[in-house]
Structures are given as structure tokens and as C-alpha cells.
């Protein structure tokens, strides 16, 4: 049988003993003594929770103690940067919204401005387009930190905290579908702007979540801050100092947490950031109590981010005048189940051959995107995501490759865990708040 990376063979007294566990498996178990060997190799994960359902962790340990840790990733991987090539440019936001779950609007957005650049006309998108996506965003940095929040304490032992994070989440959740039609996955900011206006209702929830949300931020911190055993788990515990983020390339709360003040949305503005009153907020310990401390302060900025944006909204279109590109990026499923209403079709049809040609065009194919190349990064919540687009002049992406931050940020588990305690490797991994299907794309 011929040996892969997936499955290995080996002689033993028995006979041959294949495993489909990963050829790595067998190179570690290889090298220790199962009698005179305190060593023993441990599979974490992947299951749910604490290695968040899909990362696998090979541990070598010594009693309690982590003497080398592996992660391998993978396992959620669906393939979107490839399908996108077989969409065209509008579709795509339609995959990359799932990438990243937890963020959908910033893949969304990164990606919008990534072809907005290839197109030339990142000047053109309207005020109020750029100050909803804004505000979107802000929204979206509050539900994934609570996120964070409510899971990592469930993984540590602090279940109560996992209702009060999902609680205001939903708060979120149901502003998000008031304004794009869908809790999740949503695909509401596109290339020349955003789907659709944000209505007044959703303006009457937003202003009513950050009225309630400083006394919930107060809530959490008097259930954990204070709390001995949350304190004993989190201080001193998965360190990683500012060299050693800078040498990962580890970026977001992370970094932050360490000590340094890196947060693109000042360093490197876009969408207009450079007009807002906001903090970077740090901590200089670089443990899990210290990113504990930096997302929290976050999400305090975010809420003074979201009051401003508001504030910021002015009338006006929320897509770009060119309808080359505004139609294919507006379209929404019609009456006729085709994305088209009966009234814009029989105008269509009414006027001349040649511009239902045309409309039919924009409708399957969409825009053609002039041949080049870009980079757009922009601050998600764990860290700089990062789109790299290339067009070769067609209708479709030719490729299009995200720098995600879930993927990065992974490389510094073994950093953090090799010397200390198994029970830390929770800690610590959750502290770096991976999202698998950002990961794994």
C-alpha cells in the first residue's frame, strides 16, 4: 500500500497497522518510549468546545505539563477564495460574507474595497455608504468580541457569562436583520456600496442598544473581573510579549494586549476612520487578562465609533451613480423569483433591443473589472484582514487570496503553551479567538 500524508503504514508483531490520523501521527509516537518515557501524545480536539469544534492540537506532555504543541487546521475548509473564481464580481460577496462568521460584514467590506480599488473608483462611493459601512462594522466588532467573551468564559468555567455575551448579541442580530434581511451571512455591502438603506427603525434599535449596553459592559465585569478563579486563569497566563507578536505577525487585540497601539483604523484609515474620535486601547502584559481587558475597552470604543456614525448620517444615495455597476450590485430576489420586477423588465423590453442586451448582460454576468492587481487590509476584529484581488480584465475574479488574522494569529498557540499547564492551552487558545471558517477558507 502506498503511504500519503493522510494514511501511513507500519510492521508491528501484529502485521501492518495503517492510520488515517495524519502521517505526523505516527513520526511523533515514533520518537518516545512508551516504558521508560514519561512523554505522552495527546490529540485535542477537534471537537466543541475549546478547540472551537475544528482545530486539532497535538500535544507532547510531560505529567501536566506542555513540552511541544502542534496545531493543524483544515478541517472546516470549504474552498470559497477558489469558487470565487467562478462567480462574477458582485457574487462574490456572497461567499466571502461566510468566511469569517462571526465578522461577515468586514469580509464583506474588505473585499467591496478591494474591487472598488481595481475599479478606480473608491472616490466615488457615497458619504452615507461609507458611514454605514461604518457603522455595520462597529456593530459587528461589539457581537464578535461578546462572542469572544461568553465563550471563553464558558471554556474556562464561567458558564453564566456565555447567557449575559448571547444575550446582547442577539440585540445585535436582530438589528442586523432589520437593516440587511439576515442575522448572519448577509451580503449587504458590495462592490459601489451597500445593498440597501438603513431604515429608520433599525436607527430607533441602534440608539436604544447603546443606551442599554455600558450598564451590560458593568454586568460583566463585576462576574468576572473580581472573581479569584477568573483572575488565577487568566493572569500571567499564555504570555506572549510584543517581540514575539511582531516576529508571528500577530496582529489585533492580541498585539494590542502586549502593549502596542496597532489598529489600522488609525495607522492606515479607510471608510473615513481618520474623521472619528476614538482610543486604541492596551495593556502591557501581553497574558489573557490582558486581552480580556483590551476587548472589553473595544467595545466601548466601537459604541463611541456607532454614536458618531449615526450622528455622521446625511441623506443621499447609498450606491454609486454608474449604473453599470450599481444595478448588478443592487439586484434582489423580485417577484418574478429572477431578481428582476415586472415593471423595470417591461420598461426594458419596451425600449429597444439593444438595452435588453444590455440588461441581461449586467444581470448574468455583471461589471468587468480592468486587468491589475490590489492589497486592501483593514482592522477586523481579531486582527488585519487583508484582500488580495487580481483581475485579468474579465467578469469574474482571477484571484482572489484573504490574509485572514484566525489563520495567522494560530501560529502563536505553541508560543504560548509550550511550558505551561494543558489546562492553559484553553486559555490561551481561546485568547486568540480563532474563527475556523475564516481559517480554513
Not at 464561567?158 to 448571547?166: E, R
Not at 465609533?305 to 444595478?327: F, N, S, T
Not at 425600449?351 to 468587468?368: A, D, N, P
Request: with cysteine.
Amino acid at each position: 500500500m502506498t503511504t500519503s500524508n493522510y494514511a501511513s503504514e507500519r510492521e508491528t508483531d501484529e502485521g501492518r497497522v495503517f492510520t488515517v490520523t495524519g502521517g505526523d501521527w505516527d513520526t511523533i509516537v515514533s520518537g518516545t518510549d512508551p516504558i521508560n518515557d514519561e512523554r505522552i501524545i495527546v490529540n485535542m480536539g477537534p471537537q466543541h468546545p475549546s478547540t472551537h469544534g475544528v482545530l486539532r492540537l497535538i500535544l507532547e506532555l510531560e505529567g501536566e505539563t506542555v513540552r511541544e504543541a502542534r496545531s493543524v487546521v483544515g478541517y472546516l475548509h470549504t474552498g470559497i477564495e477558489k469558487n470565487l473564481e467562478y462567480r462574477n464580481w458582485v457574487q462574490g460577496s456572497t461567499f466571502v460574507t461566510r468566511m469569517d462568521y462571526l465578522a461577515p460584514i468586514f469580509n464583506e467590506t474588505a473585499y467591496a474595497l478591494a474591487v472598488e480599488k481595481l475599479l478606480g473608483i473608491t472616490d466615488d462611493i457615497t458619504e452615507r455608504a461609507t458611514t454605514i459601512r461604518v457603522l455595520m462594522m462597529e456593530l459587528n466588532r461589539i457581537s464578535s468580541h461578546l462572542v469572544w467573551l461568553a465563550t471563553t468564559g464558558m471554556e474556562l468555567g464561567a458558564i453564566s457569562i456565555m447567557l449575559y455575551g448571547f444575550r446582547e448579541r442577539e440585540y445585535i442580530l436582530d438589528i442586523f436583520e432589520t437593516i440587511t434581511g439576515l442575522r448572519m451571512n448577509h451580503a449587504y455591502v458590495r462592490p459601489g456600496g451597500v445593498a440597501q438603506d438603513v431604515p429608520d427603525e433599525a436607527i430607533v434599535k441602534i440608539r436604544e442598544f447603546l443606551k442599554m449596553m455600558p450598564k451590560k459592559l458593568k454586568e460583566y465585569e463585576d462576574l468576572l473581573s473580581g472573581q479569584p478563579i477568573w483572575t488565577e486563569r487568566t493572569k500571567n497566563v499564555a504570555v506572549l510579549d510584543v517581540t514575539g507578536c511582531v516576529a508571528l505577525g500577530i496582529t489585533g487585540p492580541v498585539l494590542r494586549s502586549a502593549g502596542l497601539a496597532w489598529d489600522l483604523r488609525k495607522t492606515m484609515p479607510y471608510c473615513g476612520y481618520e474623521n472619528y474620535e476614538f482610543d486604541v486601547p492596551t495593556h502591557p502584559d501581553g497574558d489573557v487578562w490582558g486581552r480580556y481587558q483590551v476587548r472589553l475597552a473595544e467595545i466601548r470604543e466601537s459604541m463611541k465609533l456607532v454614536e458618531q456614525a449615526l450622528d455622521r448620517l446625511r441623506p443621499g444615495p447609498v450606491m454609486v451613480a454608474d449604473r453599470k455597476i450599481a444595478w448588478p450590485a443592487q439586484l434582489a430576489i423580485g417577484v418574478d423569483g429572477m431578481g428582476n420586477s415586472l415593471e423595470h423588465v417591461a420598461k426594458i423590453m419596451g425600449q429597444s433591443m439593444e438595452s435588453l442586451i444590455h440588461h441581461f448582460k449586467l444581470v448574468t454576468e455583471g461589471f468587468r473589472v480592468p486587468p491589475g492587481q490590489v492589497y486592501v487590509a483593514i482592522e477586523a476584529p481579531r486582527g488585519e484582514l487583508g484582500v488580495h484581488a487580481v483581475s485579468d480584465g474579465g467578469t469574474r475574479p482571477y484571484r482572489v487570496h484573504y490574509r485572514e488574522p484566525s489563520f495567522v494569529n494560530l501560529q502563536a498557540l505553541p508560543a504560548m503553551a509550550e511550558g505551561g499547564l494543558i489546562a492553559d492551552v484553553i486559555a490561551g487558545g481561546a485568547s486568540l479567538d480563532p474563527v475556523m471558517g475564516g481559517c480554513d477558507r
